[in-house]
C-alpha cells in the first residue's frame, strides 16, 4: 500500500471509532426522555456498545478473510453512516413501542438500546479487523499492524467521547450531533475512495456527506444555543437544594454518620450533629430534619412550597416529583388534612431513608411511587391541582424535566386554573444567570403566567433557591395573595409574608438563552456561565 492508501486507511479507523463512542455518548439523551438517566441507562448503553462492538470484531475478521477489499471496507462504513442517521428518524417510534409494552426499568431502556444502537456498533465494530487485513502485507507484520490500527481506533474513542461530552452536547441538538457523525463517517468515506482511486465512490460519499450536513441544519435547535467557546469553558460549581460544602468525609466534618450506602443513581449518607439530621448525595445537603421535632423548618426553600396553596387556595390534589427526605410533602400532609399528596420518586433506597430516618408519615393522603417522574406523568393520566417539581440535585439536573416537552406533559397532567411550582437554583441575572433565565424561557413557551419567588433576602445576581411559580392564570397582586393566605392559612402552616411580598416582579430577559427541549437542553454548560 502507499502511504496515501496507508494515511486513508488510518483516517477512517479513527473517524469511525470516534463517531461510534460519540453516539454512544449521545445516545444517553434519546433514552433519557423516555427512561431517565439512571445506572440502568448507562449500563444499557455501555453494554450494548460492548457487545456491538465484540461480534462487530469477529465478524469484520470474518468476512475481510474472505474478501480482503478496500470496497467491504467503504460498504462497512458507509452502512455505519446510514445506520446513524437513521436514529433520529426512528428512535420516536422505538422508544414509543417500548414504552407502551413497559417490560421493566431494567429492560426497558436496554431494549431501546439494542433496538437504536446495537446495529450501528456491530457494523462500525467490523472496521477496523477488516483494516487490518487489508493493510497486513504478511504474516510477519500482522500483529504490528492489528496493534497499531486498534490504537488508531481507540485514540478516535478518545477523541469521540470528550469531544461529545464536553463540546457537541452542549454546543449542539442531539439529532443534529447525529446527523454531523454520519456525515464524518461519510468523510471518511470519501477520503478513503480518494485514496485507494475510486473518484465516483468518493463523489458519491461527498453527495451523502452534503446531505448528511444540511439534515444537521434542519435538526439544529434554535438561536439561542451555546457557543462553542461557552461550551467548552463551562465549569459547573453550584450545589443544589442546600447549602455547598466541599468533601464528603462525613466524620471529619463533624457529623455524626447513621447510614450510608451505594444506591443505582445516588451516593447518599444520613448524617447529623446536635440539632439536625441530613441527608446528603456525595458533598451536596439535599434534605434536613430538625432532631425531635419532624416538621419544624431546616431548610427555608421548602415553606415555599407553599406557595402552591396560596396561588389555588381550592387545591386538593398534589403531585411531587422528586421525594429527598420528604420535608415539604409531610409538612403539607401536616398542615392541610384536606390534601391527597402523590410522591413520585425515582431511587427506592431515598423512599426507605425518608421513612426509617426523616419520619416520612404511612398514611393513605401520602402516597410514594417509585418511578421517574416523567414516565409517572405519562403513564397516570390523573389530573392535578399543584404539581411540584423539587428533582434537582447536586452538581447535576436531570434534563429531561426540565424541558419544553416535559413542561407541555406537566401542562396536561394539571386541572384548570392548577398551579405547577418548582425549586431551581441559580441568579436571575448577571454571571451564571444562563441558566435560570433557559428556564424562565422554557415555562414561558408553555404557560401563560411565569412568576419567580426568590428564598430570601438575596440580590438578582446571588446564587440562591429561586420558586418558579407558572400556570395558566391571571398573576394574583402580593396584596391580594397575602389576604387569601391569612383567611386560609392553618396554625401550624408558615405564615410566607417574606416569601409572597418578596416576589421578583421585574422583567427577566431571556433573549440569548436557548429553550431547553429533549434534543438541546446543555443543563450541566449552563449551570455556571453568565
Do not use: C
Not at 442531539?174 to 463523489?203: C, D, H, K, M, Q
Not at 451505594?262 to 449518607?269: F, G
Not at 397582586?477 to 392559612?489: D, F, N, P
Amino acid at each position: 500500500m502507499t502511504v496515501k492508501e496507508r494515511t486513508a486507511l488510518a483516517f477512517a479507523v479513527f473517524v469511525s471509532g470516534g463517531v461510534l463512542l460519540g453516539v454512544e455518548i449521545a445516545a444517553s439523551r434519546v433514552l433519557a426522555p423516555s427512561f431517565g438517566n439512571s445506572l440502568y441507562v448507562w449500563g444499557a448503553l455501555i453494554g450494548v456498545v460492548l457487545t456491538g462492538l465484540s461480534v462487530g470484531y469477529w465478524l469484520g475478521g470474518v468476512l475481510a478473510d474472505r474478501r480482503p477489499s478496500v470496497g467491504l471496507l467503504l460498504l462497512a462504513i458507509s452502512t455505519g453512516a446510514v445506520l446513524v442517521l437513521a436514529v433520529p428518524l426512528a428512535d420516536d417510534t422505538v422508544l414509543g413501542r417500548v414504552t407502551s409494552w413497559d417490560p421493566g426499568p431494567r429492560l426497558n431502556p436496554l431494549l431501546a438500546a439494542t433496538i437504536l444502537f446495537g446495529p450501528l456498533s456491530v457494523v462500525l465494530g467490523t472496521v477496523t479487523p477488516i483494516a487490518v487485513r487489508i493493510h497486513a502485507r504478511s504474516l510477519d507484520t500482522v500483529g504490528r499492524t492489528a496493534g497499531r490500527l486498534f490504537s488508531i481506533s481507540t485514540l478516535g474513542s478518545i477523541a469521540g467521547v470528550f469531544a461529545t461530552a464536553f463540546v457537541l452536547v452542549p454546543e449542539l441538538g442531539t439529532n443534529e450531533l447525529l446527523a454531523l457523525g454520519a456525515a464524518a463517517l461519510y468523510a471518511a468515506v470519501a477520503v478513503l475512495a480518494f485514496g485507494s482511486r475510486r473518484p465516483l465512490i468518493a463523489l458519491a460519499a461527498l453527495l451523502a456527506l452534503a446531505g448528511s450536513v444540511a439534515a444537521s441544519r434542519e435538526l439544529a435547535p434554535e438561536s439561542g444555543r451555546l457557543t462553542a467557546a461557552q461550551a467548552r469553558n463551562y465549569s459547573p460549581v453550584i450545589r443544589l437544594r442546600g447549602e455547598p460544602t466541599g468533601r464528603a468525609d462525613y466524620s471529619a466534618e463533624g457529623y455524626r454518620v447513621r447510614l450510608r450506602k451505594e444506591t443505582a443513581y445516588h451516593s447518599l449518607a444520613v448524617v447529623e450533629d446536635a440539632r439536625t439530621r441530613y441527608l446528603r448525595f456525595d458533598s451536596s445537603f439535599q434534605s434536613a430534619m430538625r432532631i425531635g421535632h419532624p416538621f419544624a423548618t431546616a431548610f427555608e426553600y421548602t415553606d415555599y412550597f407553599h406557595l402552591a396553596l396560596a396561588y389555588n387556595a381550592d387545591a386538593r390534589d398534589l403531585l411531587f416529583v422528586g421525594l429527598g427526605g420528604g420535608s415539604a410533602p409531610k409538612r403539607l400532609w401536616r398542615d392541610f388534612p384536606r390534601l391527597q399528596i402523590q410522591v413520585a420518586e425515582l431511587d427506592p433506597a431515598i423512599v426507605d431513608v425518608a421513612y426509617r430516618w426523616f419520619a416520612l408519615p404511612r398514611d393513605p393522603r401520602l402516597a410514594v411511587a417509585v418511578e421517574d417522574g416523567r414516565r409517572y406523568l405519562a403513564a397516570h393520566e390523573q389530573r392535578w391541582d399543584v404539581i411540584a417539581l423539587d428533582a434537582y440535585f447536586s452538581d447535576s439536573i436531570p434534563f429531561h424535566l426540565t424541558t419544553h416537552e416535559f413542561l407541555e406533559l406537566v401542562r396536561s397532567r394539571l386541572e384548570p386554573g392548577g398551579v405547577v411550582i418548582a425549586n431551581v437554583i441559580g441568579t436571575i441575572a448577571g454571571d451564571g444567570s444562563k441558566l435560570f433565565r433557559s428556564f424562565v424561557r422554557t415555562y414561558r413557551s408553555v404557560f401563560t403566567t411565569v412568576l419567580v419567588h426568590p428564598v430570601g433576602a438575596g440580590s438578582p445576581h446571588s446564587l440562591q433557591n429561586l420558586i418558579v411559580v407558572a400556570g395558566d392564570f391571571a398573576a394574583p397582586s402580593k396584596r391580594t395573595m397575602l389576604e387569601r393566605w391569612r383567611a386560609q392559612r392553618p396554625r401550624t402552616a408558615p405564615p410566607l409574608e417574606r416569601a409572597i411580598t418578596g416576589r421578583y416582579d421585574q422583567a427577566i430577559d431571556t433573549d440569548g438563552v436557548p429553550l431547553l427541549t429533549d434534543d438541546y437542553a446543555p443543563t450541566d454548560a449552563l449551570i455556571a456561565i453568565g
